[in-house]
């Protein structure tokens, strides 16, 4: 039985996994990681896989559905995302009507909304929600059999003229037993194909956990309020299979919602990385709260850079969005990284409850005043199912619900939510306007050229520094 795993054409670039998709000003273009594990996964039981990323490769939407035709599948996998759904929804149902194949949308919208996204278009036949890789495998058995659909959990489907939910479906347990990220990049996608600007080229990313035991209101991550980790020795073997396997990598990126968050564990593999003599930088999300200590191992590790999420300095608004930090925080985490000789990438959203021009003033000159390494500066996102988009939609901030609205004409990131004496355009030419102040100051230019350490990270400079000028200069 052949599968087809399609993260579907839309625009150039055009990063579907990313928290909040758009074709990033840095040039970032994230793996879709969630359709690789479901692809090892198939594979592992011994379906006839094929996993096509055409906005990695380039593929327009007439050579993505010549590719669909040619291999004739029986089931197509189509990942979503808010932006692009209406897209991803017209591709789908111009693959069935090409082929007889099942249709199924996966990913974060259509988790969130899975009965609107199947009454989008009669050619889809089902929606899985939340975490797919089991519900895909007993669906591919289901339809290889000729059984029911609709005893499959996880899905939404059609059954006698109306839309329905099965049975939620656990979500695994025993993440180990699930195939290597880096594994199944290598057979199927091209790693030069995608960019992290804060990471040495090229790069590949994998997951050491699922989840996060924080909730914060604007968050699309799945699972959060859960968290789950792969053994240790696991993670290990992973390293090892990347350093062998895909010499070409100069950094691996731990894309764990918060990497550090269970002290005793990341002390333990930071401890078994050393003893293996695991040679290859890596990166990963952390919070403000990642004790010294710990920063000291994960630097002596190999950790070059951590991406983490300040969001703001006025406890009012972090605590309007459920962060659970504070600004002395922040400054103490700052200083205790800097100590500790790892980089940071500074993540601060403006627009969030409580903030004003004023107060969006003052978190602009915090950020410059913390100057982690880079720094990237979001209008408030607000994605279905979230704390933040109700909270959007129930205060009348949320402008339209035309998803297409998510990003502008380029592909970047929009603003929807409009509050009296701030509306979304000023987020957005205030966010700009932040990115400008933060990287043009003549001692941030030339800390980030002297602080050069490799061919990986120039080549990651060289193509951040393109990207983002072709953003500004057009």
């Known amino acids: 039985m052949k599968v087809l795993l399609l993260n579907p054409p839309f625009l150039p670039r055009f990063s ?24 090892g996964v198939l594979e592992d039981h011994k ?17 993505t559905l010549g590719f669909a035709v040619d291999f004739n599948p029986d089931l197509v996998v189509c990942d979503t995302s808010t932006p692009s759904i209406h897209n991803d929804v017209e591709v789908a149902a111009e693959i069935k009507k090409h082929t007889a194949a099942f249709i199924l949308l996966v990913g974060v919208h259509a988790s969130a909304l899975p009965a609107e996204t199947l009454a989008m278009n009669e050619s889809v036949d089902a929606v899985a929600r939340g975490e797919y890789e089991l519900t895909l495998l007993e669906l591919a058995q289901k339809i290889e059999e000729g059984g029911e659909v609709a005893d499959v959990a996880g899905l939404t489907v059609r059954k006698d ?11 695994i347990k025993n993440l180990d037993e699930l195939p290597f990220l880096s594994k199944v990049y290598k057979k199927y996608l091209s790693i030069k194909d995608y960019f992290y600007p804060s990471v040495r080229y090229p790069e590949v990313t994998i997951l050491t956990a699922r989840g996060c035991p924080f909730n914060c209101s604007f968050c699309n991550t799945p699972f959060r309020g859960s968290y789950r980790t792969r053994s240790v020795e696991n993670v290990i073997e ?5 350093q062998k396997e895909l010499p070409m990598v100069k950094e691996v990126m731990i894309e764990d919602d918060t990497f550090p968050i269970n002290k005793k564990r990341t002390i ?24 010294l200590e710990v ?7 190999g950790c070059t850079l951590m991406c983490v999420g300040f969001e703001s300095p006025f406890q009012k608004t972090l605590d309007a969005v459920n ?27 403006l627009g969030l409850p409580g903030d004003t021009k004023e107060s969006i003033e003052k978190a602009i000159r915090f950020a410059i005043e913390l100057d982690p390494q880079t720094a990237q500066f979001y209008p408030i996102m607000v994605y279905p ?15 339209t619900e035309d998803y297409r609205k998510w990003i502008d004409d380029k592909g970047v990131h929009n603003c929807v939510v409009s509050r009296p004496g701030l509306g979304n355009t000023d987020l957005v030419e205030l966010c700009d306007r932040a990115l400008r102040r933060f990287y043009f100051r003549p001692k941030k230019i030339i800390n980030i050229a002297l602080s050069t350490h490799d061919s990986g990270d120039f080549t990651r400079k060289i193509i951040g520094l393109k990207n983002t000028l072709k953003y500004f200069l057009g």
């Not at 992973?238 to 990347?242: L, N, R, T």
Request: hydrophobic content about 35%; glycine content about 6%.
């Open 16 to 39: 579907r996994t990313s928290r909040s998709p758009e074709i990033s000003k840095g040039g970032a273009l994230y793996y879709p990681y969630w359709l690789a594990y479901a692809a």
């Open 47 to 63: 379906f006839d896989v094929k996993l096509v990323d055409s906005p990695a490769a380039g593929y327009s939407r007439q050579a």
């Open 161 to 171: 003229g109306k839309i329905v939910n099965t049975d939620n479906r656990e979500l």
């Open 238 to 242: 992973e390293f090892k299979y990347i």
């Open 268 to 291: 333990e593999l930071c401890d078994r990385m050393i003893e293996e003599k695991i040679n290859l930088p890596w990166s990963c999300n952390a919070r403000v709260d990642t004790e």
């Open 295 to 301: 920063l000291k191992k994960m630097k002596k590790a």
């Open 323 to 349: 962060k659970k930090t504070t600004k002395d925080l922040q400054v103490k985490f700052m200083s205790n990284a800097r100590k500790a000789g790892i980089k940071v990438h500074g993540c601060f959203i």
């Open 385 to 399: 199912d979230t704390e933040a988009y109700k909270w959007a939609k129930e205060n009348g901030y949320l402008i």
